[in-house]
């Protein structure tokens, strides 16, 4: 069981450099303290009146990373970032923007845990606010995709805080196979396990990716990739692709706004699915309670 802990931002700032996946541009972002309350806020230095408030906004559907935007400007390829920023527990920050994506940095979200951890966290005065359904809900396709959410639990008159993660994968691969990864989500845990494990193309799809603008800065580098028979480079876990399936899951949860405590079984899922628990949250808002 997990109890409340307090809302917490960085100690100071701390700046993110490196290419971005998808344009193929060098980019930067710097997280800085907010001891405003606001929560996690995405800003662009061109753009300064037009503030993307995570928790306000429906992230855009699309297939390879997660957008969100605003009315001049969007942000693209967050879900690394806002996967450590939620399983850290940070619940208040600036992101500083000078282009239109994340740095992918080594693909998987490990360089933030570490550059967050290495400036350091700090404690506000206030408790976090969990957030959790109030009844069971199941998002469900043709395609047997699955997200399904059980509110937190009762233990001793108290509601368990944590987050637990039941994934499955199926990628309708002869070398993935289907894999399963079941885990409760504590920042160790996500830091040892998940975290690491870094994005994953398949060889085949990169010409068609490149051709559609996408997937530029993708190399051995920061990618695992996949050939007809065999990883082009070398895995971190036997089962990577199933735990950054799962990295995805937590960062696209993260822009409910607040941290979510229960139980979240998925099947399948990608950024444009998960971001149907955000669209119901926003239009639903009663379905939901803070905890």
Avoid at 242 to 257: M, P, Q
Wanted: aromatic share 8%.
């Amino acid at each position: 069981m997990e109890m409340k802990t307090k809302q917490k931002t960085v100690k100071s700032g701390v700046f993110f450099h490196g290419i971005a996946v998808h344009s193929g541009e060098p980019v930067s972002i710097v997280v800085r303290p907010n001891y405003s309350y606001s929560g996690i806020v995405f800003q662009h230095s061109a753009f300064i009146d037009e503030n993307i408030i995570i928790g306000t906004v429906v992230p855009e559907n699309a297939m390879h990373a997660t957008v969100i935007k605003q009315a001049h400007w969007f942000v693209s390829t967050i879900e690394h970032l806002m996967a450590a920023f939620h399983v850290l527990g940070v619940t208040q920050a600036y992101v500083q923007m000078s282009a239109a994506e994340v740095p992918i940095l080594d693909g998987s979200a490990l360089p933030f845990v570490q550059g967050l951890l290495e400036i350091g966290l700090q404690d506000l005065p206030e408790d976090v606010c969990y957030l959790t359904p109030r009844e069971k809900l199941i998002f469900t396709d043709a395609q047997g995709r699955i997200l399904e959410i059980l509110p937190a639990g009762n233990v001793n008159n108290s509601r368990d805080c944590g987050l637990y993660i039941d994934y499955t994968a199926d990628f309708s691969n002869s070398l993935l196979g289907i894999t399963h990864f079941v885990g409760h989500m504590t920042p160790e845990l996500f830091a040892r396990e998940i975290a690491p494990a870094r994005t994953f193309g398949f060889l085949e799809q990169f010409p068609l990716l490149r051709q559609h603008g996408l997937a530029r800065g993708s190399s051995l580098g920061n990618s695992l990739v996949i050939g007809n028979d065999e990883f082009l480079n070398e895995r971190r876990f036997p089962d990577e692709c199933v735990r950054h399936k799962v990295l995805d899951l937590l960062g696209d949860l993260a822009l409910l706004g607040k941290p979510l405590a229960g139980k979240v079984r998925a099947v399948k899922t990608g950024h444009n699915f998960n971001r149907l628990v955000i669209e119901h949250y926003l239009k639903n808002q009663n379905a939901w309670e803070i905890i």
